[in-house]
């Protein structure tokens, strides 16, 4: 007796190669029917025998295609039709491509096996791919995912590819950038003595990496510069040409095992590494690859993923190379050829080039895993523009985000999609980028500008703002930067009217009364909005940013207020005379700023702590910190207490001066800073949590990028029975501010209307 059944499957189920699956499927398990791309998801008729239906059913769900992910399935009985066979249908038309652009993909292991096999079409094909892998997004110009619309449409299919493409029971039905070497781009090396091509070029760049030399190669959403990262002399040019003194760089590893020998790799953090994302994954380093990360304990590290790097690490390139963005110092990846070339002359010896362009820049995800789960730190290869949640709201939507760290986020029918990693836009090419990004977007998903809603920071200088306000959409609002970072997190829970306690810890950020917060304590949820209850007690931000920059000058502004302080002038201490300077523009209030901002409260620990240089890259000096903290067992936390709704930092601060002036280690002194920091904190969530009878605390900003500062936190909070919600999808960094803006926006723009 023969059953019939509908079957619809949600999630990203499509660009992913899943009507191909449910097609070979259906063969297996003698189903007749057949399976289409529906109005949201996958649609399937299904005839077969009861056993064998429930089998096809189950192995929909345990074995669906590795790029995608399902949400729901469901089942419904219908009428049986007695039709033969099972067939891939032409998929119902929409008028708007709201169809989820996907990912770019690490290479599958079908594809792995026939780049290695000697009788393969494909053998050592740098560009193979198919629906389970390869690149999306980057080679994507606009929608629908169709060849003509791909960076791939200069290379018309061959016969062998065509056939491939056609048949639905190949896994390169429809894979959109599918190639071989008979028809599809191919890959160079230039350097001073010629050039290469194929396998030679291959063997050349393995060559040249093993003689301790920079190759520029190009990957899916840039250029990265590699050399062999346990070569010192290759390692401290590459630092000197690039211009970058101390940020750590990232490694790619032969494999899991050769990750395993450089880092300390939990269970979880190793899933991290080999998840489809394929982020580079900050763990604790085991050995020393001298001036890969310099004062660091973590090491970032990732796999290979494109043919290329396989290709690479096959020929015998070292198991260990940095593999860093190729760009000076800060400025955003180079991606297409005579951008790299410019740029890059006289950084790299040589250039490993592939013919097929790269639609846009999309630099590596860098993610860890937290005390409270993994933690995307930046989002941009294999995530981004996923869509990270669904917001209430009908209109079109475009948040812009903040100044540092930027992404995007475009809100369409409901789906935020959050663009890549922009960057800082204070440098003018990733000002650029970020234009290019917003135009990008809007244009693939055909938004209405008269529609739009453009949701920026409440920063009136912002560059991300000015932008904003000059854009042709119908209407613009203002996000408050702290309460944005407490409803990315909410958003990613499609949390909407829970009542929460907010705390944003963060370096900077313009306040409601236009002051430099970053320690705020905010209560309420989402829809009804976010009241500021409670804050870091001011100090001064003498000069301005140009106090992020310097640790002592950051001081100087929490120091002025602190009786009995040492001389901080002098031994063990010995501030540079900016602190002096800075005091001055304090005592005599010229271009000084009130600030709350628990990062700047991080960087005057770290300068009593010795950190007395100027930074060189956001952070460094909390980072710094933190990793001092790590090597103390000291279990003391100095006190900051909470009163009023005020931190004050002024007992916490006069001890670690006082510590050090009395010897204590400095990695005593940091952990009982860190410690006091996350008591003072935990004071403060404790007595507004009772006070106001909530039971679900959101932690956000970029201070709790410091898992120590975490961890402490959590530890004193689960005694009291409090929910932690903290990032996972979006960065707790600026990185995340847009999905915040958007989230706030949906409802702030329904009060209005
Ligand atoms: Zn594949
Ligand atoms: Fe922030």
């Known amino acids: 007796?023969?059953?019939?059944?509908?079957?619809?499957?949600?999630?990203?189920?499509?660009?992913?190669?899943?009507?191909?699956?449910?097609?070979?499927?259906?063969?297996?398990?003698?189903?007749?029917?057949w399976v289409l791309n529906g109005e949201d998801g996958v649609a399937i008729h299904a005839e077969a025998r009861e056993t064998a239906l429930q089998a096809?059913?189950?192995?929909?769900?345990?074995?669906?295609?590795?790029?995608?992910?399902?949400?729901?399935?469901?089942?419904?009985?219908?009428?049986?039709?007695?039709?033969?066979?099972?067939?891939?249908?032409?998929?119902?038309?929409?008028?708007?491509?709201?169809?989820?652009?996907?990912?770019?993909?690490?290479?599958?292991?079908?594809?792995?096996?026939?780049?290695?096999?000697?009788?393969?079409?494909?053998?050592?094909?740098?560009?193979?791919?198919?629906?389970?892998?390869?690149?999306r997004y980057s080679v994507i110009l606009a929608l629908p995912y169709d060849r003509p619309n791909t960076t791939m449409k200069p290379w018309p299919l061959d016969e062998y590819c065509d056939a491939e493409y056609h048949d639905p029971a190949n896994r390169r039905f429809h894979a959109q950038p599918v190639a071989c070497p008979w028809c599809g781009p191919h890959y160079l090396l230039k350097d001073a003595s010629g050039m290469l091509s194929?396998?030679?070029?291959?063997?050349?760049?393995?060559?040249?990496?093993?003689?301790?030399?920079?190759?520029?190669?190009?990957?899916?959403?840039?250029?990265?510069?590699?050399?062999?990262?346990?070569?010192?002399?290759?390692?401290?040019?590459?630092?000197?040409?690039?211009?970058?003194?101390?940020?750590?760089?990232?490694?790619?590893?032969?494999?899991?095992?050769?990750?395993?020998?450089?880092?300390?790799?939990?269970?979880?953090?190793?899933?991290?590494?080999?998840?489809?994302?394929?982020?580079?994954?900050?763990?604790?380093?085991?050995?020393?690859?001298?001036?890969?990360?310099?004062?660091?304990?973590?090491?970032?590290?990732?796999?290979?993923?494109?043919?290329?790097?396989?290709?690479?690490?096959a020929a015998d390139a070292p198991d260990v190379l940095v593999m860093t963005s190729a760009n000076r110092s800060s400025e955003p990846i180079a991606y297409d050829e005579k951008d790299a070339f410019e740029r890059l002359a006289g950084v790299a010896d040589a250039f490993l080039v592939g013919d097929r362009p790269i639609a846009r820049r999309i630099e590596d995800s860098v993610a860890r895993v937290g005390a409270l789960g993994p933690v995307i730190l930046r989002r941009s290869r294999g995530y981004a523009p996923g869509a990270v949640a669904s917001l209430p709201v009908v209109r079109p939507l475009l948040a812009v985000g903040a100044d540092l760290k930027n992404s995007i986020t475009l809100v369409v029918d409901g789906q935020a999609f959050v663009s890549q990693h922009i960057g800082d836009l204070d440098h003018y090419?990733?000002?650029?980028?970020?234009?290019?990004?917003?135009?990008?977007?809007?244009?693939?998903?055909?938004?209405?500008?008269?529609?739009?809603?453009?949701?920026?920071?409440?920063?009136?200088?912002y560059f991300s703002t000015t932008y904003a306000l000059a854009l042709p959409?119908?209407?613009?609002?203002?996000?408050?930067?702290?309460?944005?970072?407490?409803?990315?997190?909410?958003?990613?829970?499609?949390?909407?009217?829970?009542?929460?306690?907010?705390?944003?810890?963060?370096?900077?950020?313009?306040?409601?009364?236009?002051?430099?917060?970053?320690?705020?304590?905010?209560?309420?949820?989402?829809?009804?909005?976010?009241?500021?209850?409670?804050?870091?007690?001011?100090?001064?931000?003498?000069?301005?940013?140009?106090?992020?920059?310097?640790?002592?000058?950051?001081?100087?502004?929490?120091?002025?207020?602190?009786?009995?302080?040492?001389?901080?002038?002098?031994?063990?201490?010995?501030?540079?005379s900016r602190y002096q300077y800075a005091l001055e523009l304090v005592r005599k209030d010229v271009r000084s700023f009130t600030t709350t901002s628990i990062g700047r409260l991080f960087d005057s620990a770290a300068a009593l702590l010795g950190f007395t240089r100027g930074i060189t890259f956001e952070g460094q000096a909390a980072i710094w910190l933190e990793a001092q903290a790590r090597k103390s067992v000291s279990t003391v936390a100095y006190s900051f207490p909470?009163?009023?709704?005020?931190?004050?930092?002024?007992?916490?601060?006069?001890?670690?001066?006082?510590?050090?002036?009395?010897?204590?280690?400095?990695?005593?002194?940091?952990?009982?800073?860190?410690?006091?920091?996350?008591?003072?904190?935990?004071?403060?969530?404790?007595?507004?949590?009772s006070k106001r009878e909530l039971n679900t605390v959101v932690l956000s900003g970029g201070v709790f990028q410091n898992d120590l500062l975490l961890s402490d936190v959590r530890e004193l909070l689960d005694a009291q029975r409090l929910t932690i919600w903290t990032n996972h999808a979006v960065p707790p960094n600026d990185g995340g501010i847009s999905l915040g803006q958007a989230a706030m926006a949906a409802f702030l723009s329904d009060h209005r209307e």
């Open 473 to 576: 959409s119908a209407e613009k609002l203002a996000v408050q930067h702290h309460r944005a970072h407490v409803a990315s997190v909410l958003a990613e829970h499609g949390e909407w009217d829970k009542c929460v306690l907010g705390v944003s810890c963060d370096g900077t950020g313009y306040g409601d009364d236009g002051s430099i917060w970053g320690g705020e304590f905010f209560a309420g949820s989402a829809r009804e909005g976010f009241e500021r209850v409670a804050h870091l007690r001011c100090a001064s931000l003498p000069g301005g940013d140009a106090a992020a920059q310097h640790p002592v000058q950051a001081a100087a502004g929490f120091l002025a207020q602190i009786d009995g302080l040492p001389d901080v002038t002098a031994a063990p201490f010995n501030f540079t």
């Open 56 to 135: 096809f059913i189950d192995a929909i769900r345990t074995q669906a295609p590795p790029a995608a992910s399902i949400s729901a399935i469901e089942v419904q009985a219908a009428a049986a039709n007695g039709a033969p066979g099972f067939t891939i249908r032409e998929s119902e038309r929409r008028d708007k491509p709201t169809v989820r652009i996907s990912p770019d993909l690490p290479v599958c292991e079908a594809c792995r096996r026939e780049l290695f096999d000697p009788a393969d079409r494909r053998h050592g094909y740098p560009y193979i791919n198919c629906t389970n892998c390869g690149p």
């Open 1 to 33: 007796m023969k059953f019939a059944c509908s079957i619809h499957v949600r999630g990203v189920v499509q660009g992913v190669g899943f009507r191909p699956f449910i097609y070979r499927l259906a063969h297996e398990h003698g189903i007749s029917g």
């Open 198 to 313: 194929d396998n030679q070029a291959i063997q050349r760049t393995v060559q040249l990496l093993c003689e301790g030399h920079i190759v520029a190669i190009k990957g899916l959403g840039g250029y990265h510069l590699a050399c062999d990262a346990q070569n010192a002399t290759a390692v401290n040019a590459l630092r000197e040409r690039k211009y970058r003194k101390e940020k750590p760089f990232a490694v790619m590893v032969r494999d899991v095992e050769a990750a395993r020998a450089i880092v300390e790799l939990s269970s979880e953090a190793e899933a991290l590494l080999i998840s489809i994302g394929r982020p580079i994954v900050l763990a604790p380093a085991k050995a020393d690859l001298p001036g890969v990360a310099p004062d660091n304990d973590d090491l970032g590290v990732m796999l290979p993923y494109t043919p290329v790097h396989h290709l690479l690490f």
């Open 642 to 689: 909470f009163e009023d709704g005020e931190l004050d930092f002024r007992p916490l601060l006069l001890a670690v001066a006082e510590q050090r002036k009395r010897g204590l280690e400095p990695r005593d002194i940091a952990r009982a800073f860190q410690r006091g920091v996350a008591q003072g904190l935990a004071n403060g969530i404790r007595e507004l949590c």
């Open 429 to 461: 090419q990733a000002f650029q980028a970020f234009q290019e990004t917003i135009r990008d977007l809007a244009a693939m998903y055909d938004v209405n500008w008269d529609d739009l809603l453009v949701v920026h920071d409440a920063h009136p200088q």
